[in-house]
């Protein structure tokens, strides 16, 4: 039989080694003398003969029936190529990962040419990677997730398209994942967008907005509504009724968080009783304000109004400057439903709260309670402004995939998710009293909001001696004016409930439990209509109630003084709303009282001498002149009757001075700042008009010095 296999075997094997490389070589060399050894022995055996390889195996007649004989025999050779590509795709696309890995490293250690090394070697093996298999998408993907995650938004946008037509047809499963990914993408850019623009505060706050409600359009995320009320309070400097507008923009993501948080207490519940075919926990929330009929209803809740705790020197009438001004509505001053216009209390009226096993969640002490599986939350007066996101475990509803996702507070993973089978929280038996709520660690909330609160339950704690008070932690630093506020109230009541630390961490979820949880409240101030709000703002009647304790507590270095005192309150060692000409304006008020006998200039220390010496200080004052800040909270300790010139913005989110002083019965008189949509958040303040409306007022209070500036 006349055959030329030889050429046909050597183009084979040549053919194999080109294909599979080096790695691959020998066993292709392996099969060429393999088969040539066989097309040898069948020209020179006596084999060689139509019968026998008919009989047996094939007879081959031609070349081209032998290349039909290979090519059969090519097949695991072919499957070999295939696995061989598999293999090297795989490795180099764990070394796009290890290189991703490497490069956010050096990246977080400050390395930045380490940093562009391992990310040059990432895409290099992600060249190799779509060389050996371009229409996988795993490649693809690990690059566009590393894009993501260096904030190349646009290139990983780019990337997750690529993948798109690369998915298998039987995995339709994954294109929504993939199309989640793009949305994402889509939303950090504009994240990134709005920080570059914002500048913490400073920057373009109109632009700033308008990038929030483009997030907003792709997720309607309850931490993006937070961000775009707090930035319409700010806004509202120009404009009162955006005050309104950021109410309601609080209000959604308020409800849109105690939504998300009844989703993931309904999923824990789940996993806890791990009875899947129970009838699933509600994934709504209901939430209650101090004194409405619903909030009366729930089992396990008590809620009562308090009479006077305390002996008054003065009748506890407010003044007819506050009633023309502000009321007590119980309500966030809207028609909606969610405003209970249930009650229509005067401004005087404050609840005692009592609520059996009761949870104490996040930085600000967000009371919830579980009820048949549902969860309740009782709001407090400082409610309208909470970020409930910031306090409780929440499931990310507000995205369109199916998956239970948990909401990451801190956007870096850094707080584990809690484990449904175990409790995390310290029990509380027994009573306590909790002092924690909204930002009670900021100076104006602890003087202005806590400290009345404290002062109103002393006859109670009194009586309760096993009654614990949960209080910040930040109690434990003796020298904090949370300590020293403290020992002045306990001590001169000589009350010797147990202190209980609050843990103030951004960290989500519950610190306590508590048998039975009090805690002190009133109705949301609004203005007198009911239809505009305000911010924090604390009962009249407990100011005064407060005011006139802290009289019998502390007994002042300056009393029987029969100089009066013009007490000036700067920002010194803040960041924000330092004063133009600042300078020139405090040596001029000297310049007044040095022209008029009987007063004296004192400068503020911004109470680095500690509580008790801004009460001395305060309370001995015949006239405050201050910029808007935290000192200002000190005016509870002022006398009745005492001046007060607030150098102060437009927005009735900043009224808490105005409140307080016509709270207090003290002569308020205000002089604006100059707007600027950054408001509070201003680095620089500057005076409308100059100082002369600052001058005048102060010269009519002290009664001389020069009139003409």
Not at 120 to 131: N, P, W, Y
């Amino acid at each position: 039989m006349a055959t030329s296999f030889t050429p046909i075997v050597a183009m084979v094997a040549s053919r194999a080694t080109w294909y599979f490389g080096a790695s691959l070589a020998p066993a292709s060399f392996f099969f060429g003398r393999l088969v040539h050894g066989v097309t040898d022995h069948v020209r020179r055996s006596e084999f060689a003969n139509e019968n026998y390889w008919g009989s047996h195996v094939h007879v081959f007649k031609s070349d081209q029936t032998m290349l039909a004989f290979l090519c059969t025999l090519a097949v695991p050779l072919a499957l070999a190529r295939q696995e061989n590509l598999s293999y090297k795709y795989n490795i180099a696309c764990d070394k796009i990962i290890a290189n991703a890995q490497k490069t956010a490293k050096y990246h977080n250690e400050h390395q930045p040419v380490l940093a562009a090394k391992a990310e040059a070697e990432l895409f290099s093996q992600f060249d190799k990677a779509i060389s050996f298999k371009p229409n996988e998408p795993q490649a693809y993907m690990s690059v566009a997730q590393f894009l993501s995650n260096s904030h190349k938004f646009d290139r990983s946008i780019a990337m997750w398209n690529k993948v798109l037509p690369l998915l298998p047809t039987d995995r339709p499963d994954l294109r929504p994942m993939i199309e989640a990914n793009i949305k994402h993408c889509k939303y950090g850019k504009l994240s990134k967008q709005r920080d570059d623009v914002y500048q913490q505060g400073e920057g373009d706050i109109n632009a700033a907005v308008v990038l929030i409600e483009q997030q907003l359009a792709l997720y309607y995320s309850p931490r993006i509504l937070f961000d775009l009320a707090t930035l319409s309070t700010m806004k509202s400097e120009l404009n009162h009724s955006l005050y309104n507008t950021a109410h309601d923009y609080y209000y959604q993501a308020q409800l849109a968080s105690l939504h998300a948080a009844a989703s993931f207490q309904a999923v824990m519940n789940m996993k806890k009783r791990r009875r899947p075919n129970k009838k699933p926990c509600p994934n709504e929330i209901r939430y209650h304000k101090v004194g409405t009929k619903t909030s009366k209803a729930i089992k396990g809740y008590r809620s009562g109004r308090m009479t006077a705790t305390h002996s008054f020197d003065y009748d506890v009438v407010t003044s007819t400057a506050y009633q023309s001004k502000y009321a007590n509505h119980g309500t966030n001053g809207n028609n909606d439903d969610h405003d209970n216009h249930e009650t229509n209390h005067e401004t005087n009226t404050i609840y005692i709260n009592e609520l059996q096993n009761a949870k104490l969640s996040g930085k600000d002490g967000i009371i919830t309670k579980q009820i048949k599986c549902q969860l309740h939350a009782f709001a407090t007066s400082e409610w309208p402004v909470v970020g409930v996101q910031e306090n409780l475990w929440m499931a990310e509803v507000w995205k369109s995939n199916a998956t239970f996702n948990i909401y990451d507070h801190s956007l870096h993973r850094t707080y584990p998710p809690p484990d449904p089978n175990v409790n995390n929280h310290q029990v509380i038996e027994g009573s306590a009293l909790t002092l924690v709520s909204f930002s009670a660690t900021v100076y104006y909330h602890w003087v202005m909001n806590v400290l009345p609160r404290l002062i109103a339950m002393v006859p109670t704690l009194k009586t309760s001696p096993d009654m614990s008070i949960i209080v910040p932690q930040i109690y434990e630093q003796h020298n904090h004016f949370v300590s020293k506020t403290l020992s002045l109230v306990l001590d001169h009541n000589e009350l010797t409930n147990a202190l209980i630390g609050y843990d103030l961490s951004e960290k989500p979820g519950v610190r306590y439990q508590v048998e039975r949880l009090y805690w002190l409240d009133w109705p949301v101030v609004t203005t007198v209509a009911g239809t505009t709000h305000t911010h924090c703002l604390t009962s009249p009647y407990s100011l005064m109630e407060a005011r006139q304790h802290m009289a019998t507590v502390v007994e002042s270095d300056y009393g029987g003084s029969a100089t009066k005192t013009l007490l000036y309150v700067g920002r010194n060692g803040t960041t924000t709303r330092q004063l133009t000409n600042e300078y020139a304006l405090v040596e001029r008020l000297q310049q007044i009282v040095q022209s008029n006998s009987g007063w004296r200039f004192q400068l503020f220390d911004d109470g680095k001498s500690g509580v008790k010496a801004s009460y001395d200080m305060f309370s001995a004052a015949s006239l405050v002149v201050g910029i808007h800040g935290s000192g200002m909270a000190n005016i509870l300790f002022c006398a009745p009757s005492t001046s007060v010139i607030e150098l102060g913005f437009h927005s009735i989110a900043a009224e808490h001075y105005k409140h307080a002083s016509l709270a207090l019965g003290l002569e308020y008189y205000w002089v604006g700042l100059k707007k600027d949509v950054h408001a509070m958040g201003s680095k620089t303040v500057e005076l409308e008009g100059g100082m002369g409306t600052v001058i005048a007022r102060v010269e009519s209070v002290v009664g001389g010095g020069t009139k003409e500036l």
